[in-house]
């Protein structure tokens, strides 16, 4: 039997939730050797282990600050990773959001996982004491999950008009990052739509200008031997593809902790490439929670792949045989996992 191709997802920040607590509890847990490890450094510099977290009852003002946030989630996507059927399928490629791009760089191989944890938690504690500016998200599509140009274009023109930015394209939102009075004037001017525009908790201005000191700490933190050449192929924030045997490791070193920290993070167009490049027979987003399941399915409308040309479209081919495998949901995790 031949296997399934598939390109794996990393999820970001925000990805960690109430629904999403206990799940070391709830799942088989395959990196107990990598938890214990992660916890017993977290618990040298006086944080709080991973385990801990995950069975507290959740609080926001505890599980969604970076310092612990990050770890969570990286923890769990990992759990995730290592829980694929290799037998059944062949990750041809991995790509991630946001945060979830030093997830990918760890399960692609660019990376060890003790070195992806330091990683994670080195970028995701640099705010610990105050945070950047924050972020801001809002939805440009219709019901049907097609980008609304009217829309786009009037988000567009009001964050140019308040020198916000935009921090990520993600599918059918976009978020915006900038400074707290900017997005207290465009929390004012956008129009309503449902429950946004929203401000994210705990989260800065991720992926624009306002994090060049965040990034100028994170070369100073982090070196350059934790970097090697990828032994899956990554797809980076700008649809960028860094192979195997091509990869330039002094520019990876760069982008991450550079371009990636300080210029938009471009999902849809990650997803985009994923899906034109490798062809996969499905994505597989991993965990915790199922956050970017919404937008990968805008994505993949917007691509028009595999004749998904609609919200309608979509969840009649998920009835059917699904293309979008979601491992937050228990269901779809089975389809995938050993």
């Not at 978020?175 to 309503?192: T, Y």
């Not at 996969?280 to 919404?294: A, E, F, V």
Request: with cysteine; aromatic share 10%; proline share 4%.
């Amino acid at each position: 039997m031949n296997k399934q191709r598939v390109v794996v997802v990393c999820p970001g920040r925000g990805s960690y939730s109430r629904d999403s607590s206990g799940y070391f509890n709830n799942h088989d847990n395959r990196i107990s050797s990598h938890l214990s490890l992660i916890d017993n450094k977290r618990i040298k510099h006086n944080q709080l282990g991973v385990i801990e977290l995950d069975s507290m009852s959740f609080k926001s003002k505890i599980h969604m600050t970076g310092e612990n946030a990050s770890s969570l989630i990286y923890a769990c996507s990992l759990n995730e990773f290592l829980s694929i059927n290799l037998k059944e399928y062949e990750i041809v490629a991995i790509t991630g959001n946001s945060m979830g791009w030093y997830s990918a760089l760890a399960l692609a191989g660019a990376i060890t996982y003790e070195n992806g944890y330091d990683l994670v938690n080195t970028m995701g504690s640099m705010m610990k004491d105050k945070i950047i500016g924050g972020q801001l998200i809002y939805p440009i599509t219709n019901n049907n999950w097609i980008i609304d140009k009217r829309i786009q274009q009037k988000v567009l023109s009001e964050i140019s008009k308040e020198s916000a930015h935009i921090s990520i394209i993600l599918g059918g939102y976009i978020v915006i990052g900038g400074s707290n009075d900017s997005l207290k004037r465009l929390k004012k001017k956008l129009p309503p739509i449902e429950n946004y525009p929203f401000q994210i908790p705990y989260h800065a201005a991720f992926h624009t200008p306002l994090m060049q000191t965040v990034s100028e700490q994170g070369f100073n933190k982090i070196p350059k031997s934790f970097f090697s050449k990828p032994t899956i192929p990554l797809i980076d924030g700008r649809g960028f593809v860094w192979s195997p045997y091509s990869t330039n490791i002094h520019e990876l070193y760069k982008y991450t902790l550079g371009t990636q920290v300080t210029k938009t993070f471009n999902f849809t167009k990650s997803i985009s490439i994923a899906l034109k490049e490798f062809s996969p027979d499905k994505l597989i987003l991993l965990g915790p929670g199922n956050s970017l399941g919404g937008v990968t399915a805008q994505i993949i409308i917007k691509n028009n792949w595999n004749f998904i040309e609609s919200k309608k479209s979509f969840l009649l081919n998920q009835e059917k045989d699904p293309f979008l495998i979601s491992m937050g949901i228990l269901e779809q995790r089975d389809i995938v996992s050993l």
